[in-house]
């Protein structure tokens, strides 16, 4: 029982490393939170950054299927994060997305929502992307993109990752004007500042070093 307890964390000795239980469910469950956030946000019409934003234009603009888009635009992110960031965590974040992605895709056949406003689909779908990026950022993991540059920029200069991404969001969001309306790249800023300012004030390495 007590290495049972140990495994999930509970007694664990070393203050400085998880278990693999605790990244199973710390990726698991940092999956499924993002999963959802990016549901309220697709289903206010909305977008977000990074290139879960570009696989929402590419939604909105031409009908492809979102979860593929967003695990075929992280590939090329692959190499960097398996250069720079290591086996373990190009495996976790490989991961990661592939269940973000069937999530997102799968969530519709189990709840709906029929009527939201769009700025508290913004609020919600943020804060809600950021909780599960944190999960993910604090069991060495990510959803691709640019979090995985910016936690390696983050990690080699000190550059907060939340505001790495939060510059290139806004870049990514600006593409907006040319497939929706500009109300709607309002309210999908709004989404984007509350992930990014939720990331970059809780997401410190001086606060939380384990691995």
């Not at 979860?67 to 190009?90: D, E, H, I, M, Q």
């Not at 936690?151 to 550059?159: C, D, K, N, T, V």
Request: aromatic content about 14%.
């Amino acid at each position: 029982m007590t290495q049972l307890m140990s495994a999930l964390g509970f007694w664990n000795t070393s203050a400085t490393r998880h278990t693999a239980i605790e990244d199973v469910q710390g990726v698991f469950s940092g999956s499924l939170v993002s999963a959802l956030g990016l549901y309220l946000l697709a289903s206010a019409g909305l977008l977000t950054g990074s290139t879960a934003g570009v696989a929402f234009l590419l939604h909105y603009a031409f009908g492809v299927n979102f979860g593929l888009a967003f695990f075929l635009l992280n590939v090329p992110f692959f190499y960097l994060s398996w250069k720079r960031l290591g086996l373990a965590f190009t495996v976790k974040t490989f991961i990661a997305i592939g269940l973000t992605s069937v999530i997102a895709d799968l969530q519709s056949r189990f709840f709906t929502i029929s009527s939201i406003h769009p700025a508290w689909a913004a609020l919600l779908g943020g804060v809600l992307l950021g909780y599960g990026l944190l999960a993910l950022y604090r069991h060495r993991a990510s959803l691709g993109g640019v979090g995985i540059l910016g936690i390696y920029l983050q990690e080699s200069f000190g550059i907060r990752a939340g505001l790495v991404q939060l510059c290139i969001d806004l870049c990514v969001l600006a593409a907006a004007f040319f497939v929706t309306t500009p109300p709607v790249v309002f309210y999908s800023v709004l989404g984007a500042v509350a992930l990014n300012l939720f990331l970059a004030i809780n997401h410190r390495s001086d606060r939380y070093i384990a691995l």
